[in-house]
């Protein structure tokens, strides 16, 4: 009868966990990995995450490091640049908690993770004793449900919903690209259409600094068949750098971007995010 019980408790501890997805403690740090997008930034000092703020920062990939250290690669905007933030935040030994050094030591924990879905960080500066709660998901937005718990567990941590920041509402959002050619040992061509601003960007990049002039005839002709006159192809091999952090393998004939962010997407498109 013991032995009975003891197994109807065990089946029943068992079921319960394996109908959440949600994790809050436990965490199999392997599943954190890979693609992630920021979602809601939330801070008790509202300056840190507001534009231009140190702590606003955005998400695109975290890996785990042999040394059970996380590489979290970030982006933010440095004097109205967007600018690539490798952070490598290392284990404290205790159950998802990280330290990392970014203008100054914070810690952060994991609050809870659902890992195909989203995740949510907490972190605290204990020099500058202010609060940093983050929300992250596999999707560059989330549901409205999601979000309000989010705004309540902030409110738990002491952060008003004023201080809560939904960066998918930012500037003009997210921008759609699309490959038009790739010779995959050669050149690539890019078209970008910015949906809210209604501009569009090509690009040419290359393996090698410089391609030859009838392939650079037929990206100006491919331009004007987008609709961009022959004026605006700026020639980007006398500048000697590439446009893109993320694209630092190939060698840019085209458009400036500016301060748009490369986010990589699903075959033949990739998403910018502008900050
Ligand atoms: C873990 O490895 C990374 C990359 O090699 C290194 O930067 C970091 O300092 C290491 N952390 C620890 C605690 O050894
Ligand atoms: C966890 O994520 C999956 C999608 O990957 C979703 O279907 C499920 O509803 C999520 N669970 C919770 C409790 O948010
Ligand atoms: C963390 O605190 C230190 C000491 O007060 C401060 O210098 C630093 O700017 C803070 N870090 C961030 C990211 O605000
Ligand atoms: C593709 O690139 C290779 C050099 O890497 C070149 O030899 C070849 O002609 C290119 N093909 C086309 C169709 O442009």
Excluded at 193 to 213: G, I, Q
């Amino acid at each position: 009868m013991k032995l009975l019980l003891l197994c109807l408790g065990l089946t029943l501890v068992c079921a319960q966990e394996g109908n959440s997805d949600v994790v809050r403690s436990n965490f199999d740090i392997p599943k954190i990995t890979g693609e992630w997008y920021s979602i809601l930034l939330a801070s008790d000092h509202r300056e840190k995450i507001e534009e231009n703020g140190v702590m606003r920062i955005f998400v695109e990939y975290i890996t785990l490091l042999e040394n059970s250290s996380l590489f979290i690669n970030m982006h933010t905007k440095v004097n109205g640049v967007c600018t690539e933030l490798p952070l490598t935040c290392d284990s404290t030994g205790e159950d998802g908690v990280y330290a990392v050094r970014y203008d100054g030591r914070n810690v952060f924990r994991i609050l809870e993770v659902n890992y195909s879905h989203h995740i949510i960080f907490y972190l605290e500066n204990f020099s500058d004793s202010y609060k940093l709660l983050e929300l992250y998901a596999r999707e560059p937005d989330t549901s409205p449900e999601l979000k309000h718990k989010f705004v309540e567990i902030c409110q738990k941590y002491g952060v008003v919903k004023e201080n809560v920041i939904d960066l998918t509402q930012e500037d003009d959002g997210k921008n759609i690209f699309r490959i038009l050619e790739v010779n995959y040992s050669h050149h690539i061509i890019f078209y970008l259409e910015s949906f809210s601003d209604s501009y569009k960007v090509l690009e040419l990049y290359a393996r090698e600094p410089d391609t030859s002039p009838e392939l650079k005839n037929k990206f100006v002709e491919i331009c004007q068949k987008y609709g961009v006159v022959k004026e605006n192809v700026i020639d980007l091999t006398q500048e000697g750098k590439s446009l893109l952090p993320g694209a630092r393998e190939w060698s840019g004939l085209g458009l400036q971007f500016g301060e748009l962010c490369w986010r990589r997407g699903g075959p033949g498109f990739s998403t910018f995010q502008k900050h």
